[in-house]
């Protein structure tokens, strides 16, 4: 294979990797599924810009049904992996939005199906590969600053106007932004620090904060941010904060303290990063501030702008992977890591309801310890989990009333008129 046949489902967030894709040159974008209109009808246009012959879809089996070799998973948080494990035992390689699983039980099964057809499986854990996150890794697998004992990670996500929030759920009750639970989103803060050290998590234990009058007043009820203490395999500790803590703008900030040195980004210069290390390391003993380079550049690169240019990377991985480079695949999240990033909120939560207990994560790399959790659907998705639903924060519910998803729709409908206006 030379050139991969792919398709993107979700045009919402996937219109970054549609973007990105229509100018790449060993892929061919062949299709792609919304069902919303306004989002066909823009890819419609940058295809007829592109002189890109795509074929888009409203309805999701017409799509499956597409010859694809490869999809991108954009649709819903919570459903990417029954879509995953579809589309890998259908024989077609998958690129996963964040998060790969909203359960243990479909942790097992997604990393089971991955075993069983040999498929390339990635997370699009675009963190990874900010300039300054990228950088704490080449310089930590150089082994600039020893081994890590200590690490911290964050992603707050801004709270801002409410017509702002209604974009992001457009007052869908049913949305999964509502009934997420304040440690599920962990793989932005968390992600990283594995990834740079390359270890395990084995332990967790969790903490939230309250929802704020703003989120209830936005319809959410989740704790407005959960914070995890998670040991790694070789004892060291990370704190892992996730939220939407009232906070402007886009927070993003990672940590790390090592046997002879440290490292940590600049919460409000993003490409920057501080180090200090015990050793003269490339000409330099003890403390630097600088400016990060990318992960690599080139014209391919330049055109993707999303969170700083890091969105580039995991799709490119991705396709090279599936074009047999190893190194790409390195480089890639694989399964096991996309669960070992993300089994942390999951278990994190279950911590915060048993009264902040430790809990032990399990290594889904060894089949015997999966088997506790093949049939555990517990989650806030009372879809999935029926009878196990858990309640979306540890404080009690506010009892939200309708006229406030009510009044969410209308602000994003006002929200989607004036984009629409400024489009003409
Ligand atoms: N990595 C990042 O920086 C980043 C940023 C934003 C979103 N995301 C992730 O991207 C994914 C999508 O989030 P989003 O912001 O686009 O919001 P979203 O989840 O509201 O949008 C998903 C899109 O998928 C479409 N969709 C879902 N199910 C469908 C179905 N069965 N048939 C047809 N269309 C369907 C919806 O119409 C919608 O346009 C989520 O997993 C989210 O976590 C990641």
Sequence with gaps: MSTVKIGVFG?????????????????KLVAICDRHQPLLDECAEKAREHGLKIELFADFEDFFECDMDAVVLANYAVEHAPYAIRFMNSGRHVLSECLPVQTMKEAVELAETVEKTGKIYALAENCCFFKNTFEMYRRYRRGDIGEVTYAEGEYVHPMESLKEMAGFTYGDKNHWRYHIYSTYYCTHSLGPLLYITGL?????????VPPTDFMNQAGYNKGAAGATLIQLENGAVIKNLVGSLRKLPLIWNYQLYGTA???????????????????????????????????????????VKGHGGADFYATHYFIQSILGD????????????????????????RSILGGNIPIDIPDFRIREC???????????????????????????DKNIPDSVYKMMEELWKEGEAEKAAQQK
Excluded: Q
């Design 11 to 27: 045009a919402k967030r996937g219109m970054e990797m549609i973007n990105m894709l229509m100018g790449y040159p060993d892929a």
């Design 370 to 396: 999966r088997e506790p959790y093949r049939c555990d659907i517990a989650c806030t998705d009372p879809k999935v989990a029926g009878a196990s639903v858990l309640p979306v924060n540890s404080f009690g």
């Design 326 to 349: 190893e190194e790409a695949r390195k480089l890639s999240v694989d399964v096991y890591r996309a669960l070992d990033m993300t089994i942390p909120g999951i278990l994190g939560y």
């Design 200 to 208: 395990r998590p084995v332990r967790v234990i969790g903490m939230e």
């Design 261 to 303: 040195g440290c490292m940590e980004t600049d919460r409000w210069k993003h490409h920057m990063l501080n180090v200090y290390t015990d050793n003269e390391v490339d000409g330099v003993k003890g403390r630097s501030y600088y400016e990060c380079k990318p992960v690599f550049e080139n014209e391919l690169t330049a055109r």
